[in-house]
């Protein structure tokens, strides 16, 4: 496959909100970020990408934009973000913006038009439609998949508008050329100013069936059948990337809900008909739910391994792939797919070398590489997420009692990733001398901060640095062929990557229980370099040994 610069970075994302607060009002800001510039360097990421930074009502937390071109007061000022900019640049680092076009705030100005009058230029902008029944039900059956209803209703209008989120986040309306334009002009404006690409929301929802038929009835969102990969995708993505994209030195990863690596493959494989560089899917994340992170079950090491192997099979040669394990929406994985109780540090390094020895660009979400947990908040008052308090509103609907959804929430809710970064064991952790942060700060800072993991050899952050430097230092993490063993295990995962002669063999166990491994017909691991392991004395007998909870190694032969 033909090199790209994007092919060889380890992204961090940041959610600004919840980094680093340097004036004291109790939110982070642009300020905070590039105090801890060289803190991101230091741990080996060599790109940044920022959750919306834009003007925002915050109904959804910077995903409801009301200005595409201007940097939240919350947050700063563009001339600031340009010092951003420049301080990344001047390090190495690459900087990419979330482009969110599906859909914008109720408060934006395009938006506030369109509500004007049927005939305004706007109006055309976003779904308007007329409702059934003289206008009082909805044009559709469609719901959101924030729970609840897909549209809301204009008395002045008479008329409802479409949502796919929150009330407050109607759907833009991609159909209308006018649109696709103000889209590159939000492109353009970015990229001139430097910025180094894009990771695109939702993007494989912004074509809608035309019509808008009813949607199978299912309780959380009905009728994505018919926007989950729209008509027109392809054409208004080559359309995107015609115009503006190919014009720059950039980069674009789609966030590509119930997306498969057949479908991906249409976007992101090379060539002249490729419309972005990687795709975020989720399959990797329904190891221990279904469709949503609040319909939950147990989790199931076979679901986990084969949604990475597909993909990682699927695509080799063809597609560039996005690893990643956390991000702002879904809790922290050690709480979920490790033990953030007896083994957060053991279980937490195992899942970094799930994967960060697979093939692609790696993404770190804040805090990960301190292995932050949970924070499980015990009532819906305590919330902030939109999603989460009106899934707590239809499941008492249908229901189910407070205690039981409560206990699904503190589990589910996209709040448990949001809560501020701990810099220290000091007051709020280190993330603001203001007296009271905007959301709660989890209790275990005082043993889980960075300037604790930062001092620790043995820490999850040390692990993180050691392992991204593993992979910079080998070019068969990045690019090497994948082939999976013993499948059919329920505790381990086990793989190989080969390049020119090397081989990485990867050890992930899954369970704090002890598990006989033994290396498969002509692999001999005495043979071989023992890279990095989350124990310091990994016992070896007769290619065979007996596994500590949670244990991780990486071999290279060759």
Request: aromatic fraction near 14%.
């Amino acid at each position: 496959m033909p090199n790209a610069f994007y092919k060889d970075l380890i992204v961090y994302q940041i959610w600004p909100r919840s980094f680093c607060d340097s004036n004291g009002d109790g939110i982070g800001d642009l300020g905070g970020i590039i105090s801890k510039l060289d803190y991101i360097k230091d741990l080996g990421a060599n790109a940044i990408w920022f959750s919306p930074l834009y003007p925002s009502p915050n109904h959804d937390y910077g995903y409801d934009i009301a200005d595409y071109m201007d940097i939240s007061p919350d947050y700063g000022t563009l001339e600031e973000f340009k010092t951003l900019l420049n301080e990344a640049h001047s390090r190495g680092m690459k900087i990419i913006m979330d482009l969110v076009i599906n859909h914008t705030s109720n408060e934006h100005k395009w938006f506030l038009e369109s509500k004007k009058s049927k005939d305004n230029p706007y109006h055309d902008y976003y779904f308007w439609r007329d409702g059934k029944k003289g206008g009082k039900k909805p044009p559709n059956n469609w719901k959101s998949t924030f729970a609840g209803p897909g549209w809301s209703y204009d008395e002045n209008l008479n008329q409802w508008y479409l949502h796919l989120f929150a009330d407050e986040q109607p759907d833009l309306n991609m159909d209308n050329p006018k649109v696709r334009e103000e889209v590159k002009k939000i492109m353009r404006f970015w990229l001139d100013m430097g910025v180094d690409g894009f990771r695109e929301d939702v993007i494989t929802f912004i074509s809608k069936k035309e019509g808008l038929p009813n949607g199978f009835p299912i309780p959380v969102a009905c009728g994505i059948e018919h926007y989950k990969k729209g008509p027109h995708l392809h054409e208004y993505l080559m359309e995107f990337k015609n115009d503006v994209l190919s014009q720059y030195d950039c980069f674009t990863v789609g966030e590509a809900p119930m997306m498969t690596p057949k479908l991906a493959l249409e976007f992101i494989s090379e060539g002249k008909n490729q419309t972005l560089d990687m795709m975020f899917h989720f399959q990797h994340m329904q190891a221990d739910c279904m469709i949503t992170d609040f319909i939950q079950r147990p989790f199931k090491l076979k679901k986990y391994k084969s949604a990475m192997s597909s993909w990682q099979t699927e695509l080799y040669g063809k597609g560039w792939n996005a690893l990643y394990l956390e991000n702002h929406d879904h809790p922290r994985i050690i709480s979920r797919y490790g033990n953030d109780e007896k083994y957060r540090v053991e279980s937490g390094k195992m899942l970094a070398v799930s994967y960060l020895c697979l093939g692609g660009t790696p993404f770190i979400y804040q805090g990960q590489e301190i292995g932050m947990t949970s924070i499980k908040l015990p009532e819906i008052e305590m919330y902030e997420d939109v999603s989460t308090k009106n899934v707590y509103k239809m499941a008492r609907s249908f229901g189910l009692s407070h205690e039981r959804v409560m206990s699904l929430a503190k589990r589910a809710s996209r709040d448990n990733a949001r809560t501020p970064v701990q810099w220290d064991d000091g007051k709020n952790a280190g993330f603001t001398s203001a007296e009271k942060p905007w959301f709660h700060i989890n209790p275990n800072y005082e043993q889980v901060n960075v300037a604790n993991d930062r001092e620790n050899p043995d820490s999850i952050w040390s692990f993180y640095k050691k392992l991204i430097s593993l992979r910079k230092a080998n070019p068969v993490f990045t690019y090497g062929n994948y082939k999976e063993y013993m499948k059919d295990s329920d505790d381990l995962y086990v793989y190989e990557r080969c390049l020119d002669g090397k081989k990485l063999f990867v050890i992930c166990s899954f369970t704090e229980k002890q598990v006989i491994f033994e290396a498969p017909e002509g692999i001999e691991l005495n043979s071989g370099e023992l890279l990095i392991s989350n124990y310091k004395y990994p016992a070896l007998s007769n290619n065979r040994f007996k596994t500590k909870p949670y244990e991780a190694r990486v071999y290279l032969f060759g």
